[in-house]
């Protein structure tokens, strides 16, 4: 290699450089990515989604960015910070709850849910039919039957107060009553839960056949529609009187925790790769052009969102000199190779 082949080299790579850099303003980069995307959806109509990529490939990548990836520790500490943003943002006192559906949009909603026969009867059977939903209204009417009882006596000791003799009398009978029968109070406690306790779950049947029927009969999307057009005009900040921020924080957290379990389950594994398969199977043999139109893109749009973003960034790093670093640093292998040296 001569001096005068490495100058040669030099003044045509400095030469190059400069080209390509000119290529990347604002002006001509518009120009050259209109061309380039052009040619880039001819050739897309040559292409099978099955010819560049594999569904082995694909599920490799959905697995390492959903399953394996592992979740940084900083993140539980910025969904604290999210939260704190998102409970005190200024839009929920601007928006009312009918800015986010419409009426039209939560009647479908309803029902949609409404018509799921099966999930309903279902639903409503097992909370019916729970343990705990039996003991929480049994104890409610023991509960209500004694503030019966209780108001009851209280006004029967008013009553006999205001009559001379009455009321050392009904001391007097209750004490007799206690001393005749012990235990008889507490006894007619225990007696009152159990006949609360064994016909609760007959209440509860009835109350699941009336259920029923004001489902059939539209009373019950009635009330809900009425409950809508109660709240529907309050603003979304409303809902700060039933949630706390730290409340909110913590809801997101253990989601964070629900899904970092449910990701690492054998069943989510597999319900992934059932969906990259099933995709395969659908669009494997489907030319790229007409897939990404069946998802929505098109050549404007990639024009679109490229020249919103790429301008900025080349204008910056052309302004720093990594651009020209860049371009150079790929380039001068070629133009320095023994090859290219010895046609020079």
Same mark, same amino acid.
């Given at each position: 290699?001569?001096?005068?082949?490495?100058?040669?080299?030099?003044q045509l790579?400095?030469?190059?450089?400069?080209?390509?850099?000119?290529?990347?303003?604002?002006?001509?980069f $518009?120009?050259?990515?209109?061309e380039? @995307?052009?040619?880039?959806?001819?050739?897309?109509?040559?292409?099978?989604?099955?010819?560049v990529?594999? !569904?082995?490939q694909v /599920?490799?990548?959905?697995?390492?960015?959903?399953v +394996?990836?592992?979740?940084?520790?900083?993140i539980?500490?910025?969904?604290?910070?999210?939260a704190?943003?998102?409970?005190?943002?200024?839009?929920?006192?601007?928006?009312?709850?009918e800015?986010? @559906?419409s009426?039209q949009e939560?009647?479908?909603? @309803?029902?949609? &849910?409404?018509?799921?026969?099966?999930?309903?009867?279902?639903?409503?059977?097992?909370?019916?039919?729970?343990?705990?939903? %039996?003991?929480l209204?049994?104890?409610?009417?023991y509960?209500g039957?004694?503030?019966?009882?209780?108001?009851?006596?209280?006004?029967?000791?008013?009553? &006999?107060s205001?009559i001379?003799?009455a009321?050392?009398?009904?001391?007097l009978?209750k004490?007799?009553?206690?001393? &005749?029968a012990?235990?008889? +109070?507490?006894?007619?406690?225990?007696?009152? $839960?159990?006949? %609360?306790?064994?016909?609760?779950?007959?209440?509860? /049947?009835q109350?699941?056949?009336?259920?029923?029927?004001?489902?059939?009969?539209?009373?019950?999307?009635q009330?809900?529609?009425d409950?809508?057009?109660?709240?529907?005009e309050?603003?979304?900040?409303?809902?700060?009187?039933?949630?706390t921020?730290?409340?909110?924080?913590?809801?997101?957290? !253990?989601?964070?925790?629900a899904?970092k379990?449910?990701?690492?389950?054998?069943?989510?594994?597999?319900?992934?790769?059932?969906?990259?398969d099933?995709?395969?199977?659908?669009y494997?043999?489907?030319?790229?052009?007409?897939?990404? !139109?069946?998802?929505?893109?098109?050549?404007?749009m990639?024009?679109?969102?490229?020249?919103h973003?790429a301008?900025?960034i080349? !204008?910056?790093?052309?302004?720093?000199?990594v651009l020209h670093?860049?371009?150079?640093?790929?380039?001068?292998?070629?133009?320095?190779?023994?090859s290219t040296?010895? &046609?020079?």
């Amino acid at each position: 290699m001569t001096d005068t082949q490495r100058a040669k080299a030099e003044q045509l790579l400095d030469a190059q450089v400069a080209y390509l850099v000119s290529q990347l303003d604002e002006k001509q980069f $518009r120009k050259l990515a209109k061309e380039e @995307i052009d040619i880039a959806f001819k050739v897309m109509k040559t292409l099978r989604l099955k010819d560049v990529v594999s !569904a082995a490939q694909v /599920r490799e990548t959905a697995h390492r960015y959903t399953v +394996e990836m592992p979740i940084a520790g900083a993140i539980p500490e910025l969904i604290g910070e999210i939260a704190d943003r998102l409970y005190n943002h200024p839009g929920h006192d601007k928006n009312s709850f009918e800015d986010l @559906i419409s009426d039209q949009e939560l009647t479908e909603l @309803i029902d949609v &849910a409404l018509e799921m026969d099966a999930l309903r009867t279902r639903l409503i059977q097992e909370i019916g039919g729970s343990p705990l939903v %039996i003991h929480l209204i049994s104890d409610m009417l023991y509960r209500g039957i004694q503030g019966f009882v209780t108001q009851g006596t209280q006004k029967a000791g008013n009553m &006999a107060s205001s009559i001379p003799g009455a009321s050392s009398m009904f001391k007097l009978g209750k004490s007799v009553v206690n001393k &005749a029968a012990p235990g008889l +109070e507490k006894s007619a406690e225990q007696n009152i $839960r159990k006949y %609360i306790a064994h016909n609760t779950r007959g209440i509860i /049947r009835q109350s699941e056949k009336r259920l029923e029927k004001a489902i059939e009969s539209g009373e019950l999307r009635q009330a809900v529609l009425d409950f809508w057009d109660d709240i529907k005009e309050q603003k979304v900040a409303s809902l700060r009187r039933y949630i706390t921020r730290d409340e909110l924080e913590d809801t997101m957290v !253990a989601g964070l925790e629900a899904w970092k379990r449910f990701r690492s389950t054998r069943y989510f594994a597999n319900l992934l790769d059932a969906g990259v398969d099933f995709f395969f199977e659908k669009y494997g043999d489907t030319s790229l052009d007409k897939l990404i !139109a069946e998802m929505g893109v098109d050549k404007k749009m990639v024009l679109q969102e490229l020249l919103h973003y790429a301008p900025g960034i080349l !204008a910056v790093l052309k302004e720093r000199g990594v651009l020209h670093d860049t371009l150079r640093r790929r380039l001068e292998g070629f133009w320095f190779s023994e090859s290219t040296l010895a &046609a020079l």
